[in-house]
């Protein structure tokens, strides 16, 4: 996949660019008793992780929640809300710890993996009718391109533009290839028919004027720039005024539409999206619909998931992945619900588990040691599209942060071939790199302390089975401290950009979960963070710059909780508003007397 990502460029990375919050304020550290950590009642070894890892940080044994789960790596969608988010919640309303916890530990026995929801036998039914219209629309569409390069003979045909992988998935990226064909065939159109002379210009405007309504609805042609109007048709006349009214009345509840399941009224809003938006506006809501219920890809790690412990399953789209609101190109949105932070204490046996925040500890108290390694490919890249050209550069980008930034020794290879053969890599401190495929390669041996990642799919599809592969379950295996992976096919534009992830680890001022968190573009995802999330082996050994006065994005920590289950009713309440008053204005739109003539 090959989503659009702006580079950063070094120097903005090293100047610590994309700045949030006022540099004089002093920042509030991630404190043990903002964690609460999780255990299976099942499992001896994952209460006695936890209680482990509440020693030796000094969260409060308060702050251990039992829950009742089965001892394997899946959940299903149902076990996960009824056996993981219902209970949770509960248990951190009455211990008041609702409005103060910013971190889950997840630990050893807990399920690593949610599989995709089921249709409900209601979603079942909105899909085929999303789907019918998406077939439809689409027709009625590219019917309409051809219409409109009719109106402009002899202007050359608009050619679809190549498929990339993301209309492989999602039906709306197949429609947003679409939609720009057939806009640009209709403001060709329109610039031909203007130019030409009385009484052809009449008569084509005429035709013109009735394809553009099928094409954006009355929306559309209320733009003033559309310059389309029909013969002796003025745009201040009563049938106007009427369409615009309404458009004015609605437009603050159609922007909620398309980020959930329209349950009710169906025919009726789907009715009022054409006369107002047209096919266009058909299609794009259509489709919307059938990746808000096309579960293919819905499946993601628990810790991810727990992320949105306090949103609501119909508050985000569970069907895909869910922008990340801590990610720190992101703005913040005010009385939003809040992102959690999520870490795993896991490993391939329980005292693994516990080892990981014995040597985060070893190395706060003596210092991270040892070599950064940062294994790119050679790749550049082609443009802000080009996924892998990017993240090749951002490792190469990574090395000159350490070297500004540090003292560490820096290897960067920058050739195809991985760092394979053993003892290639001695002496970890930092690792970043890729690419061999859930096949570990034995090269690196880490010091206490070690944080290492490697892009690759599925290297977290299991830290427990034998047999298996993958770099994660490895590389625990063999010592590193904290690492991060997928449970599935992330693409690549989930993981962290090594720079971003180097530049604000180094900095000493973030917590390794922040600094996960703060460079991670989606939860509900299927990327899972393995280690102590308090570890920062930095913090007070960074190297001082001349940019140290230079602020640094707002830690997820100093983001406001707030009274957590009122936000939530309040979000329910305003979605249930919203959709309840744009029904009764088109309700009345439709009685008769206030429907706008057609």
Same mark, same amino acid.
């Given at each position: 996949?090959?989503?659009?990502?702006?580079?950063?460029?070094?120097?903005?990375?090293? *100047?610590?660019?994309?700045?949030?919050?006022?540099?004089?304020?002093?920042?509030?550290?991630?404190?043990?008793?903002?964690?609460?950590?999780?255990?299976?009642?099942?499992?001896?070894?994952?209460?006695?992780?936890?209680?482990?890892?509440?020693?030796?940080?000094?969260?409060? #044994?308060?702050?251990?929640?039992?829950?009742?789960?089965? *001892?394997? @790596?899946?959940?299903?969608?149902?076990?996960?809300?009824?056996?993981?988010?219902?209970?949770?919640?509960?248990?951190?309303?009455?211990?008041?710890?609702?409005?103060?916890?910013?971190?889950?530990?997840?630990?050893?026995?807990?399920?690593?993996?949610?599989?995709?929801?089921?249709?409900?036998?209601?979603?079942?039914?909105?899909?085929?009718? %999303?789907?019918?219209?998406?077939?439809?629309?689409?027709?009625?569409?590219?019917?309409?391109?051809?219409?409109?390069?009719?109106?402009?003979?002899?202007?050359?045909?608009?050619?679809?533009?190549?498929?990339?992988?993301?209309?492989?998935?999602?039906?709306?990226?197949?429609?947003?290839?679409?939609?720009?064909?057939?806009?640009?065939?209709?403001?060709?159109?329109?610039?031909?028919?203007?130019?030409?002379?009385?009484?052809?210009?009449?008569?084509?405007?005429?035709?013109?004027?009735?394809?553009?309504?099928?094409?954006?609805?009355?929306?559309?042609?209320?733009?003033?720039?559309?310059?389309?109007?029909?013969?002796?048709?003025? #745009?201040?006349?009563?049938?106007?005024?009427?369409?615009?009214?309404?458009?004015?009345?609605?437009?603050?509840?159609?922007?909620?539409?398309?980020?959930?399941?329209?349950?009710?009224?169906?025919?009726?809003?789907?009715?009022? #999206?054409?006369?107002?938006?047209?096919?266009?506006?058909?299609?794009?809501?259509?489709?919307?619909?059938?990746?808000?219920?096309?579960?293919?890809?819905?499946?993601?790690?628990? @810790?991810?998931?727990?992320?949105?412990?306090?949103?609501?399953?119909? *508050?985000?789209?569970?069907?895909?992945?869910?922008?990340?609101?801590?990610?720190?190109?992101?703005?913040?949105?005010?009385?939003?619900?809040?992102?959690?932070?999520?870490?795993?204490?896991?490993?391939?046996?329980?005292?693994?588990?516990?080892?990981?925040?014995? $040597?985060?500890?070893?190395?706060?108290?003596?210092?991270?040691?040892?070599?950064?390694?940062?294994?790119?490919?050679?790749?550049?890249?082609?443009?802000?599209?080009?996924?892998?050209?990017?993240?090749?550069?951002?490792?190469? @980008?990574?090395?000159?942060?350490? $070297?500004?930034?540090?003292?560490?020794?820096?290897?960067?290879?920058?050739?195809?071939?991985?760092?394979?053969?053993?003892?290639?890599?001695?002496?970890?401190?930092?690792?970043?790199?890729?690419? $061999?495929?859930?096949?570990?390669?034995?090269?690196?041996?880490?010091?206490?302390?070690?944080?290492?990642?490697?892009?690759? !799919?599925?290297?977290?599809?299991?830290?427990?089975?034998?047999?298996?592969?993958?770099?994660?379950?490895?590389?625990?295996?063999?010592?590193?401290?904290?690492?991060?992976?997928?449970?599935?096919?992330?693409?690549?534009?989930?993981?962290?950009?090594? %720079?971003?992830?180097?530049?604000?680890?180094?900095?000493?001022?973030?917590?390794?979960?922040?600094?996960?968190?703060?460079?991670?573009?989606?939860?509900?995802?299927?990327?899972?963070?393995?280690?102590?999330?308090?570890?920062?082996?930095?913090?007070?050994?960074?190297?001082?710059?001349? @940019?140290?006065?230079? !602020?640094?994005?707002?830690?997820?920590?100093?983001?406001?909780?707030?009274?957590?289950?009122?936000?939530?009713?309040?979000?329910?309440?305003?979605?249930?508003?919203?959709?309840?008053? *744009?029904?009764?204005?088109?309700?009345?739109?439709?009685?008769?007397?206030?429907?706008?003539?057609?």
């Amino acid at each position: 996949m090959s989503p659009t990502i702006h580079r950063t460029s070094i120097w903005c990375l090293l *100047l610590c660019a994309c700045l949030l919050g006022d540099p004089s304020r002093g920042r509030a550290e991630l404190q043990p008793d903002q964690v609460v950590i999780l255990a299976n009642a099942k499992s001896p070894e994952s209460m006695a992780v936890a209680s482990h890892y509440a020693a030796r940080r000094g969260v409060p #044994t308060t702050h251990i929640v039992l829950l009742d789960l089965p *001892l394997h @790596d899946n959940l299903t969608r149902q076990e996960y809300e009824e056996s993981v988010v219902v209970p949770l919640r509960r248990t951190l309303e009455a211990k008041q710890l609702a409005s103060t916890t910013r971190v889950i530990v997840t630990t050893y026995g807990i399920p690593l993996r949610i599989e995709a929801p089921r249709l409900s036998k209601d979603e079942k039914i909105w899909l085929a009718e %999303a789907q019918s219209l998406v077939k439809a629309s689409r027709t009625r569409l590219e019917q309409l391109q051809s219409a409109f390069e009719q109106v402009t003979p002899g202007s050359p045909k608009i050619e679809s533009l190549p498929q990339n992988s993301t209309q492989e998935i999602l039906e709306m990226a197949r429609t947003m290839a679409l939609l720009p064909r057939v806009d640009q065939a209709w403001r060709a159109a329109v610039q031909h028919v203007r130019q030409l002379p009385q009484p052809e210009s009449g008569r084509a405007m005429q035709e013109l004027f009735q394809l553009t309504l099928h094409y954006g609805g009355w929306g559309i042609l209320l733009q003033k720039e559309a310059g389309v109007t029909r013969p002796g048709f003025s #745009t201040d006349n009563q049938t106007m005024a009427a369409w615009r009214q309404l458009l004015e009345q609605t437009s603050p509840y159609w922007a909620g539409l398309g980020s959930e399941p329209i349950r009710s009224q169906r025919q009726l809003v789907y009715r009022w #999206t054409e006369r107002l938006f047209g096919l266009r506006g058909v299609l794009e809501l259509a489709s919307a619909e059938v990746d808000l219920l096309t579960y293919n890809y819905a499946d993601a790690s628990l @810790d991810s998931e727990l992320s949105l412990l306090w949103w609501d399953r119909d *508050l985000y789209p569970a069907a895909w992945r869910w922008r990340n609101p801590l990610f720190q190109d992101s703005a913040a949105i005010p009385d939003d619900l809040p992102t959690l932070m999520v870490s795993r204490l896991d490993a391939p046996t329980a005292d693994l588990a516990k080892g990981l925040v014995d $040597k985060a500890l070893e190395a706060e108290r003596s210092g991270l040691q040892g070599t950064v390694y940062l294994d790119a490919r050679g790749l550049k890249a082609k443009d802000a599209t080009d996924t892998y050209g990017v993240y090749d550069q951002s490792l190469r @980008d990574a090395a000159e942060v350490v $070297k500004q930034q540090s003292e560490y020794r820096v290897v960067l290879d920058d050739a195809e071939a991985t760092l394979s053969k053993p003892g290639a890599a001695p002496d970890v401190a930092l690792y970043i790199g890729w690419y $061999k495929l859930r096949s570990y390669e034995d090269a690196f041996t880490f010091k206490p302390g070690a944080i290492g990642y490697h892009m690759a !799919s599925a290297e977290a599809i299991t830290v427990h089975g034998r047999g298996e592969r993958g770099w994660c379950k490895n590389a625990l295996e063999r010592g590193i401290t904290a690492t991060l992976g997928s449970v599935g096919e992330p693409y690549l534009d989930a993981f962290p950009e090594p %720079a971003r992830f180097a530049t604000l680890l180094l900095t000493g001022k973030y917590s390794l979960v922040e600094v996960y968190y703060l460079t991670s573009r989606y939860v509900s995802w299927r990327m899972v963070l393995f280690g102590d999330p308090l570890y920062n082996p930095m913090k007070g050994r960074s190297r001082p710059t001349a @940019d140290s006065a230079v !602020s640094l994005p707002l830690p997820p920590s100093e983001r406001p909780l707030g009274d957590l289950p009122a936000r939530l009713a309040q979000k329910h309440q305003e979605q249930r508003d919203r959709m309840a008053r *744009l029904v009764k204005l088109l309700l009345s739109a439709e009685a008769g007397s206030a429907r706008p003539a057609r």
